[in-house]
């Protein structure tokens, strides 16, 4: 259904649930690349998308309403029809680091055993909460409001033969944040012989998609104790050493 929705379709604002489809995308891009910074492009109609949205109405001497109307989407076309090839400017502010990280707890949530051991052992460095059998929206919801520094999800999969490590991204921009944990912890991963393969791959999965954080998506099929431990020491180690840069 989200992709069914293309850019002046229907009147875009800040609504509960929040709106969510292929033409908020397309509405961030736009004003990403005029310099007005909606956030992660992620397709949802959060604050942040609507903050930017008044700041080009203001700047065009529109009505700042926060609302996509015909006269705005008229203007945002005009403009971005000139600023093809122009760089996101929520790209520029990530990777020159201008934006804030947030320092509130470090959130894990999945059942699996290498949840439970990391969870263990964070504990005794950071503030850490573990929400084991907490929907996904739900887990989002709490990490967006406490402020999380990260957010490590984990899924104990019978059909992974390896270790998965996934970070957001879309066919329209990715968490370099997300991609630079997710890079350090593969390669520590990789220096034990012992311990299963690992990949790396971006993806829009909802835990990605609805964290406004850095967050991982931790995948694994090995259920051997010596594994689960180390795996559990070799992420504790790159976390902590992050979560106190």
């Known amino acids: 259904m989200e992709a069914g929705w293309h850019l002046g379709a229907r009147l875009l604002y800040a609504a509960r649930p929040f709106l969510r489809g292929d033409d ?49 989407l008229d203007e945002l076309l005009r403009m971005t029809a000139r600023a093809e090839a122009s760089r996101l400017v929520t790209d520029a502010r990530d990777e020159a680091g201008f934006d804030t990280v947030a320092d509130g707890p470090i959130v894990i949530t999945g059942t699996a055993p290498l949840a439970q051991r990391v969870a263990a ?30 957010v490590l999800s984990f899924a104990l999969l019978d059909e992974v033969l390896g270790i998965h490590l996934h970070y957001w991204a879309s066919y329209r921009s990715h968490s370099r944040r997300g991609e630079r944990l997710a890079t350090e912890l593969a390669t520590e991963l990789s220096h034990y012989r012992d311990l299963p393969r690992v990949e790396l791959t ?10 406004r954080m850095t967050t991982i998506q931790i995948e694994y099929g090995d259920q051997r104790s ?8 070799v992420i504790t180690g790159v976390i902590s050493a992050v979560f106190h840069k």
């Open 121 to 150: 052992r964070l504990r005794e460095h950071v503030d850490v909460h573990h929400l084991p059998d907490t929907p996904v929206d739900e887990v989002a919801e709490f990490a967006n409001r406490s402020g999380a520094a990260v």
């Open 226 to 233: 010596e594994v689960v431990e180390r795996v559990a020491e």
């Open 24 to 72: 908020v995308a397309e509405l961030q891009v736009r004003l990403a690349r005029l310099g007005f910074n909606p956030g992660r492009i992620d397709g949802i109609f959060g604050a942040q998308t609507e903050i930017a949205l008044i700041d080009f109405q203001q700047n065009r001497a529109l009505e700042p309403s926060g609302t996509l109307s015909r006269a705005t």
């Open 202 to 211: 971006g993806m829009a999965l909802p835990i990605l998609r609805e964290t």
